[in-house]
């Protein structure tokens, strides 16, 4: 695809269930990154891939949140046991290359639609 | 890591005014500054940003200002028109365990009134 896709774009759980938000980059950008985004906030950084690994993963809330990369490229983010303070979109950026590269067109970060998760 | 600030909130002018936001980062080696625009139901959309290596940047009617010395950045918007309004985010690059990644402020609602 062109950009940044991410699916389900709703998501309606209740408490306590398990949810996973796929993320699909755009084709040949190493770099992945996760956010939540409250009403009214600015994105708030949860993980950051570059290829396969997590390069940071420091901004997870708690050990119910995990993401993956496996083939380095679509990435999936996984809530376990959620909760009502879940509730958020959650973005996905990505973009070609390390946001810190002195390249302009490597860091430009391309966001996603998001998913607008309702915990219930 | 890296902590950002935005000011103002909120922020109204007129057709032809101008708008200026404001932004405050902590991590002295923060190194890129890029500004977006989040359109109501939308994905955030990059539309300047700005390296350390300059003061000033630049694209037709939006301008980016840094001042590295006071760690703050500036963006200005000249002759707004309607379809400026929107919430615009600063971002800079911060750094929590050694991989640097975007930090983002908490977002500039700016309306323009025809």
């Known amino acids: 695809g062109a950009g940044v896709s991410q699916t389900p774009s709703n998501k309606v759980t209740e408490k306590g269930k398990y949810v996973e938000l796929r993320c699909d980059p755009i084709s040949g950008h190493t770099a992945l990154y996760w956010y939540r985004q409250s009403l009214g906030q600015g994105p708030e950084f949860l993980i950051y891939f570059q290829g396969t690994g997590a390069a940071d993963d420091s901004g997870l809330p708690n050990d119910r949140f995990f993401a993956v990369r496996p083939e380095g490229s679509v990435s999936t983010l996984k809530i376990q046991r959620t909760e009502r303070g879940d509730s958020a979109v959650y973005l996905c950026a990505s973009s070609l290359g390390p946001i810190d590269s002195l390249d302009r067109a490597n860091t430009e970060a391309f966001f996603g639609q998001g998913t607008r998760l309702t915990v219930v | 890591g890296e902590n950002v600030e935005q000011h103002p909130s909120t922020l109204s002018v007129q057709e032809g005014d101008s708008a200026v936001i404001k932004c405050t980062y902590s991590?002295?080696?923060?190194?890129?500054f890029p500004w977006y625009k989040q359109e109501l139901g939308k994905r955030p959309q990059l539309i300047i940003d700005?390296?350390?290596?300059?003061g000033e940047k630049k694209d037709q009617r939006i301008a980016v200002t840094l001042n590295k010395t006071a760690k703050h950045f500036s963006l200005h918007i000249t002759e707004t028109q309607p379809e400026d309004s929107a919430v615009y985010f600063c971002a800079a690059i911060g750094s929590t365990t050694g991989a640097n990644n975007l930090f983002f402020g908490t977002g500039t609602r700016l309306t323009v009134i025809p």
């Open positions: 991590d002295s080696a923060s190194n890129y």
């Open positions: 700005i390296r350390s290596n300059v």
